[in-house]
């Protein structure tokens, strides 16, 4: 206990150690804007002071493990090396689970995909990380297996969802937090979130303030989720670039007049060196098509000196829509970050309310890699350089 009062703490940390120390609620929801701390927040408690009681079992849950490493175990784990606890011989990478040896504590981390993990032995403490992104039924295999307090958290980008009447049981507690609530936000960070104000009021409203989406302007609405890309699809990939915001790598797939996407890629930080590690690691085809963002011509050529199939994509955005929705559009179960942007993909409105033939440039990496691949393959464009 003295070691979480040690750290640095935003106002969620403490809130929800409250709500946790009060013994009152069965639920306890995180619904709030992006970059709140409700996921880093959540796993302070988790990781620094909830282990202190003895034998206590914790399931950090996500919608799937790759998802799960990028986020909340990442920031589990950095928490627990900032704060010098961290100890390497205590994380069994094997099966996912840290232990605590002076308690007996342990906490696991499994995605939603993991079926004997979801319906398999209980625990104590149960979280559930971005619980908007899951389904309802394997949220209350997880539910009536914890015997004690469930967290969870999510972005209320859905008009309607499970979580929402989760949140607002009697029993619960609902902690609501915004981007405001994050002292450790960049300059940079705060202008991009703010600058939605002028960009659209229910991206705005949101991803800013953290409240429910209202919004009927979303771009696609014809996808349906699928397990894999069917065998015998022909195969290609998309690719976004980015440094501060993440770059994007899809893999697309056309199977009987329907194109499927899977994402493969979706992190920050990437140097061109480091993308084409990740290349490597992922298994990616030097073979297939990889259909990039045109804007970064060096970017490409290093791509191909590295032996992949890199190539410019045409980047009209209007027409690249229009297309994707002339066809049958699936999207793999474990494309976290895809189905996020999906469900938050909007055309633009002006101060009317009259929708714009423009998305809102929010949010839209993976959509735009998607994109690239699936216009650009299927329209046979050739990209000229200008002259000169």
């Known amino acids: 206990m003295e070691q979480a009062n040690r750290v640095k703490a935003t106002i969620v940390f403490r809130k929800n150690r409250l709500a946790y120390e009060s013994g009152l609620y069965r639920v306890i929801a995180n619904e709030g804007s992006t970059r709140s701390t409700k996921t880093y927040s959540i796993c302070q408690l988790l990781a620094l002071y909830i282990p202190n009681i003895e034998n206590v079992s914790i399931s950090i849950v996500g919608p799937s493990l790759p998802h799960l490493k990028r986020g909340a175990r990442r920031d589990f784990l950095e928490i627990l ?10 994380f069994n990478k094997t099966d996912n689970i840290y232990h605590f040896p002076r308690t007996g504590a ?12 979801v319906r398999g032995p209980g625990r104590d403490i149960l979280y559930v990380n971005e619980a908007n992104l899951m389904a309802y039924p394997i949220y209350k295999q997880l539910a009536l297996r914890t015997r004690k307090v469930i967290f969870i958290d999510y972005t209320p980008a859905d008009v309607d969802s499970w979580v929402y009447h989760e949140a607002d049981k009697p029993g619960n507690i609902l902690i609501h937090s915004t981007y405001k609530d994050n002292p450790f936000l960049s300059k940079e960070q705060r202008e991009e979130i703010e600058s939605l104000k002028d960009a659209d009021e229910n991206l705005w409203k949101v991803f800013g303030l953290g409240l429910r989406g209202t919004s009927s302007e979303t771009i696609y609405t014809h996808w349906k989720l699928c397990d894999e ?4 699809a022909e195969r290609i990939y998309g690719q976004d670039f980015g440094y501060n915001v993440p770059s994007a790598l899809v893999s697309i797939g056309f199977y009987e007049g329907a194109v499927y996407w899977d994402e493969e890629l979706y992190e920050t930080k990437l140097t061109t060196g480091d993308l084409i590690e990740r290349y490597k690691s992922i ?15 060096k970017t490409i050529e290093e791509l191909c000196r590295a032996g992949y199939n890199a190539m410019p994509a045409d980047k009209d955005v209007t027409e690249g829509i229009r297309k994707v929705k002339s066809m049958p559009l699936y999207i793999t179960k474990r494309s976290v970050n895809l189905l996020k942007e999906i469900r938050s993909y909007k055309w633009k409105t002006d101060k009317n309310g009259k ?3 423009e998305p809102v440039k929010f949010n839209d990496h993976a959509m735009d890699a998607g994109r690239y691949g699936t216009f650009t393959h299927t329209t046979g464009f050739v990209f000229k350089p200008v002259a000169g």
């Not at 090396?81 to 205590?90: K, L, P, S």
């Not at 342990?106 to 993990?117: N, P, S, W």
């Not at 298994?283 to 011509?297: F, L, M, N």
């Open 81 to 90: 090396e900032a704060a010098g606890q961290y100890n390497d011989d205590h």
């Open 106 to 117: 342990y906490a696991e981390f499994f995605g939603a995909e993991d079926v004997g993990r």
């Open 229 to 232: 890309i069917p065998e015998g």
């Open 283 to 297: 298994d990616v085809s030097k073979v297939r098509e990889i259909y990039c963002d045109a804007a970064e011509p």
């Open 355 to 357: 929708v714009l033939d």
